[in-house]
């Protein structure tokens, strides 16, 4: 059984591209669109410059490495990273994924199921988004420092904050 949900930066309700700041959108509308392919098959785009935006300290480049070695070879084998950024629900796109989205929103909205929502600090949450998840019942929250990728940038604070959490749960 679940005894909770912990979550941070996630794809809690669908988006809109008014949401998104003018160059997050830039980036995610080409993405979706035929120039992506050579982004992210050719070039890796989404390793090399959306991950490292994601974060607010420099990866090492051991670290670095580790992130293209799934991905290290150019052609189909990061399309996975495309798949990803053309399945984000964005203005009812894709349908499937919209809906799938909106039904687990709804879910959440109104679910007893203890929640733990790990904010960044400054994030990258869009305000609309942010507020959103500030409304789920059950819910508890802390703040620590990171943009998107926070595990990269708060490890322990995360890894404290959930423990701290889980002993509360019944």
Request: hydrophobic fraction near 35%; charged fraction near 20%; proline fraction near 9%.
């Amino acid at each position: 059984a679940v005894k909770g949900i912990a979550y941070m930066e996630a794809i809690a309700r669908p988006y809109t591209w008014s949401e998104y700041p003018e160059a997050g959108r830039k980036t995610f509308e080409a993405l979706r669109s035929p120039a992506g392919e050579q982004m992210v098959l050719e070039q890796n785009s989404f390793i090399e410059f959306n991950l490292p935006a994601g974060i607010l300290r420099k990866l090492s480049e051991e670290e670095m490495n580790e992130y293209r070695r799934p991905f290290a070879e150019p052609g189909e084998g990061r399309r996975p990273t495309l798949s990803f950024a053309r399945q984000l629900p964005i203005d009812g796109e894709p349908a499937d994924v919209t809906e799938i989205v909106t039904t687990y929103a709804e879910w959440l909205s109104s679910s007893p199921i203890p929640k733990l929502f790990i904010q960044g600090n400054p994030g990258r949450l869009q305000p609309s988004q942010l507020a959103f998840c500030r409304t789920l019942p059950a819910q508890s929250q802390v703040t620590v420092q990171g943009l998107h990728n926070l595990q990269e940038d708060s490890p322990d604070e995360i890894g404290q904050a959930i423990a701290n959490w889980l002993q509360h749960l019944k």
